[in-house]
Nanobody, 128 residues
Framework: QRQVVESGGGSVQAGGSLRLSCAAS????????MAWFRQAPEKDREGVAA????????YYVDSVKARFNVSANIDQHALYLQMNNLKPEDTAMYYC?????????????????????WGQGTQVTVSS
């Protein structure tokens, strides 16, 4: 069984907030690292924030630091993204990604190829 499900997307005005959630269930994996990526129309998928299970280290892309907060319940295989002070440029499909717990480090947001399992995404739209 491999299931990664995102929820919590929606439409807000600039300056508003949203909280995304991700629930994962991957057979054969007892613990895993998780991350949020996003993809805007006609743009490449971009790493947003990650929680590496080893040491519970968190990483962010520079454009969301101080506005977004990523958290996880590793035991429950759940990932969250609190997004504050949203901007129109945050508009994108947001995806949850999963990889084995020891395959996550400071470079993990650089490439989507480092992540093995993906959800279907949840849309975030920010209007000006």
């Amino acid at each position: 069984q491999r299931q990664v499900v995102e929820s919590g997307g929606g439409s807000v005005q600039a300056g508003g907030s949203l909280r995304l959630s991700c629930a994962a269930s991957i057979s054969g994996y007892s613990t895993y690292s998780m991350a949020w990526f996003r993809q805007a129309p006609e743009k490449d998928r971009e790493g947003v924030a990650a929680v590496c299970a080893v040491g519970l280290r968190t990483y962010y892309v520079d454009s969301v630091k101080a506005r977004f907060n990523v958290s996880a319940n590793i035991d429950q295989h759940a990932l969250y993204l609190q997004m504050n002070n949203l901007k129109p440029e945050d508009t994108a499909m947001y995806y949850c990604a999963v990889v084995a717990k020891d395959k996550c480090d400071s470079g993990s947001l650089v490439s989507e190829r480092r992540w093995k399992f993906w959800g279907q995404g949840t849309q975030v739209t920010v209007s000006s």
